[in-house]
Nanobody, 121 residues
Framework: QVQVAESGGALVQPGGFLTLSCVVS????????MGWYRQAPGKQRELVAD???????RYSESVKGRFTVSRPNGERTLSLHLNDVRLDDAAVYHC???????????????WGQGTQVTVSS
């Protein structure tokens, strides 16, 4: 069974930095795209940034120039580097694996449970 798990959420001060990690476990052949989404209280879940297997990236306008995604350990991992954190970056950050190809099928999307980022001085 393929699963997605996030880690790294913490309390960070405005202007600070933080790195979130996402790891995909289980057996699969490849993953088309992995991404980070976030959901603040009372708001819809939104895309933060994602990356395809080819390395193509997308970033939301609100995080461009501040956040960076990387795949430090190949296809199973996706890191989100948060710099110059703002109060409105506070949210639960979820990792999503899209187009997960196994031996028998393609799973459209698998979500992790999320990790909390709190921003406060």
């Amino acid at each position: 069974q393929v699963q997605v798990a996030e880690s790294g959420g913490a309390l960070v001060q405005p202007g600070g930095f933080l790195t979130l990690s996402c790891v995909v476990s289980g057996t699969f052949r490849n993953i088309f795209r992995m991404g980070w989404y976030r959901q603040a209280p009372g708001k819809q879940r939104e895309l933060v940034a994602d990356m395809t297997t080819l390395g193509d990236t997308r970033y939301s306008e609100s995080v461009k120039g501040r956040f960076t995604v990387s795949r430090p350990n190949g296809e199973r991992t996706l890191s989100l580097h948060l710099n110059d954190v703002r109060l409105d970056d506070a949210a639960v950050y979820h990792c999503k694996a899209e187009g997960v190809r196994t031996a028998s099928s393609v799973i459209p999307a698998i979500w992790g449970q999320g990790t909390q980022v709190t921003v406060s001085s």
